[in-house]
């Protein structure tokens, strides 16, 4: 059972090194274009349509690499089923039709916690910068605004 432990381990980092290369594809895409500082609807919502396919695409290749660990380990029958017992435990709705051999079952609990904390870091990185679109947009409007001046109490 340690060696199984052990492979998860591995598969553990590979995902969090997967997840990082990801980030900093995106945060630095994001710096050059000058995202950050996007004001208006548009632009803001054609930022968050990319940001949510790109980290969509990060997440399938993270399911991607367990569910090619299973397939080159003949732990499933077919790749259709590697992939989607792979999706099903990483995301945590985890079926249950579809149970590893007992040897391998600890990588199971070991991928949906996996999963769970790079769907943790998406959500973070999304609400982290929804945040700072929102900070724009009402520093912006309190620019325009014309502001009055307190009355002075003599």
Same mark, same amino acid.
């Given at each position: ?13 590979v995902?969090?090194? #997967?997840?990082? #290369?990801? !980030?900093?594809? %995106?945060? &630095?895409?994001? #710096? =050059? /274009? &000058?995202?950050? *500082? ?15 396919? =790109?980290?969509?695409? #990060?997440?399938?290749?993270?399911? /991607? ?13 077919? *790749?259709?089923? *590697?992939?989607? !017992? ?5 995301? /945590?709705?985890g ?8 040897? =391998? &079952? ?6 949906? %916690? ?6 943790? %870091?998406?959500t973070?990185? !999304? !609400?982290?910068?929804? /945040? &700072?679109?929102?900070?724009? =947009? ?17």
């Open positions: 059972m340690l060696i199984e432990i052990l492979v998860a381990g591995g598969l553990a980092v995902t969090v090194v #997967i997840h990082a #290369i990801g !980030f900093d594809a %995106l945060l &630095r895409t994001m #710096i =050059w /274009s &000058r995202a950050l *500082a996007t004001l208006g609807f548009h632009r803001v919502t054609g930022w968050v349509i990319g940001l949510t396919c =790109w980290l969509i695409l #990060i997440h399938l290749v993270e399911i /991607s690499v367990w569910g090619l660990f299973y397939l080159w380990q003949g732990l499933l029958p077919d *790749a259709e089923t *590697a992939f989607y !017992f792979s999706a099903v435990t990483y995301t /945590s709705v079926y249950g039709d579809i149970v590893l051999l007992k040897p =391998w &079952r600890m990588l199971a609990p070991l991928e949906t %916690l996996t999963g769970m904390l790079m769907c943790g %870091l998406s973070g990185l !999304f !609400f982290a910068l929804i /945040s &700072r679109w929102i900070s724009n =947009w009402l520093r912006s409007k309190n620019a325009l605004e014309p502001h009055s001046e307190a009355p002075i109490n003599k």
